[in-house]
């Protein structure tokens, strides 16, 4: 006999799906791998078949999977539905002001919106961007009830929690003066950076402490205020840009950049919810609710 369905896996379960590896839905969800598995079998044997299985990069839904993700997704927008029906803490009161660092807010963030204005379309909302230490910053002082930011490890009066996976890819132009074909070339040739304070730059600067390649910008490498010029400066060959994967299809279809084959440096981060260390309340409490049932997906 079948042991009965409990709804409480359902969230586990979508997100392991959403970010096709055990180890990243264990981050999102705040369990250990052991635990996150576990409950992944419970499912499974709940429903009488297997919903996951091995891909190249993790793990991925079988047909029954698919269907099974499916029905939870919806499950939890009537859920959430009901919520907002019924009013309360999560109830859309008042403007939704959210900080974003600029590759969210440009990538990112919109498909977010567009699902919350669907539910609350006589909400206002102000999106203010700016880098990742500014966004922290304003929401531990409370100039902001919520934000999201790129790839920052800690934050002292802030509560951090993993929402999407991104990865950094190398690019630069095709017809950059200068040549770069394996990782050891990243030593001498010019990269582009963004600002100090930029999620991106303390991710990037990090990975290639790592792996021994550099330890921060070079003294002519260029240093620019926002991605726009970044990629700007890297499509007129000024260097190599690192460049988040949500940005890249457009700019790899013109073929203003390309990416770099013989690279085998890996930079990947987090997208995180900054929160304030008290309860979330009103459109931002139901903003969150919303993004994180229904995340954007990388297509």
Do not use: C, Y
């Amino acid at each position: 006999m079948r042991p009965p369905l409990d709804p409480d896996l359902l969230p586990t379960f979508l997100a392991v799906v959403q970010h096709g590896r055990i180890s990243a839905a264990a981050r999102a969800v705040r369990l250990s791998q052991p635990a996150v598995t576990a409950r992944i079998h419970r499912l499974e044997r709940a429903v009488g078949t297997p919903l996951l299985g091995r891909s190249v990069r993790g793990v991925e839904p079988t047909a029954a999977g698919l269907r099974l993700a499916e029905r939870a997704r919806e499950l939890e927008r009537l859920l959430g539905a009901a919520l907002d029906e019924l009013g309360g803490a999560e109830r859309a009161d008042g403007p939704l002001v959210i900080g974003a660092s600029m590759t969210i807010s440009a990538h990112v963030l919109p498909v977010a919106l567009a699902r919350f204005r669907a539910r609350h379309p006589r909400v206002p909302i102000e999106v203010r961007t700016a880098n990742t230490k500014d966004v922290v910053e304003a929401v531990r002082a409370g100039e902001l009830p919520i934000g999201l930011v790129e790839g920052t490890a800690r934050a002292v009066g802030v509560r951090l929690e993993s929402w999407l996976d991104d990865e950094l890819v190398a690019v630069m132009s095709p017809t950059a003066p200068f040549s770069v074909r394996r990782d050891e070339d990243l030593i001498d040739a010019p990269i582009v950076w963004r600002e100090a304070g930029s999620g991106s730059r303390a991710v990037v600067a990090a990975a290639l402490r790592r792996a021994k390649l550099r330890n921060g910008p070079a003294r002519l490498d260029p240093v620019l205020g926002s991605n726009g010029a970044v990629i700007g400066a890297a499509g007129a060959g000024l260097g190599v840009a690192f460049l988040s994967r949500w940005s890249l299809a457009p700019l790899l279809a013109s073929g203003r950049l390309r990416t770099i084959p013989g690279l085998s440096l890996s930079i990947r981060r987090s997208f995180q919810w900054a929160l304030p260390a008290g309860a979330l309340s009103g459109s931002a409490a139901s903003f969150h609710r919303i993004a994180t049932q229904q995340p954007p997906a990388l297509h």
